[in-house]
């Protein structure tokens, strides 16, 4: 006898869930708040941003690059303050998310990119435990997306087919990797429309 095979579905973090861990926008904000010359400040993270979201380097090492690099008039724990303080739940998603899933029994696993401390931080303070059974974060697979290879491994940590999953994600780009892959993937724009897609996902599931 044949058996269904299960859905998984695969969600990104940042843009989706949770604002992003360390966006553009909130490097704006350091940038005034801390008066620092947010050219230089952009310029540095970009230079070492990517090796930080792989696991590389430590939060310590990432600002000792792109603030410390001066004597300043603030402490680093007042500057990591601020970077912790900038994650923020989005409204609606993850709340329905955690209940839904609780509902519909169905497996979700993020594929992110985030910095170690970031990444921590943000599981722990906004409980995503409590929505996820697994986290393929850039951090420790040493991956980022859109390389293909991280949706390879979340498919065989899942032990999935393409064919059976389900990707969102706020970047276009992300979700053309995805769907490249053979998965089906969807652009997350609101919570009402990612809602939608997953209660039809329930409902054809139900039918099988």
């Not at 792989?54 to 004597?71: M, R």
């Not at 923020?88 to 497996?107: A, H, I, N, V, Y």
Request: glycine letters at 4%; charged letters at 30%; aromatic letters at 14%.
């Amino acid at each position: 006898m044949e058996y269904p095979e299960p859905k998984i579905i695969f969600f990104d973090i940042g843009g989706v869930l949770l604002t992003n861990g360390w966006g553009n926008d909130s490097r704006k904000k350091a940038a005034e708040k801390f008066n620092l010359n947010y050219d230089e400040l952009n310029t540095l993270h970009n230079y070492v941003f990517n090796i930080f979201e792989i696991g590389n380097i430590t939060l310590d090492e990432y600002l000792d690059t792109v603030v410390f690099n001066h004597p300043r008039e603030f402490t680093r724990e007042d500057f990591k303050e601020f970077v912790f303080s900038r994650s923020t739940e989005l409204p609606g998603l993850l709340q329905w998310l955690k209940e839904w899933k609780k509902e519909s029994g169905f497996r979700i696993i993020s594929i992110n990119n985030e910095g170690k401390e970031l990444n921590t931080y943000r599981v722990k303070k906004f409980k995503l435990h409590e929505c996820f059974d697994a986290f393929v974060s850039s951090c420790d697979v040493k991956m980022r997306k859109p390389d293909p290879n991280i949706f390879k491994l979340a498919l065989g940590i899942a032990q999935a087919r393409p064919q059976q999953c389900y990707y969102f994600d706020d970047r276009i780009f992300q979700v053309e990797t995805a769907k490249a892959m053979g998965m089906h993937a969807y652009h997350h724009t609101s919570f009402e429309e990612t809602k939608a897609i997953l209660e039809s996902i329930c409902i054809d599931a139900a039918k099988v």
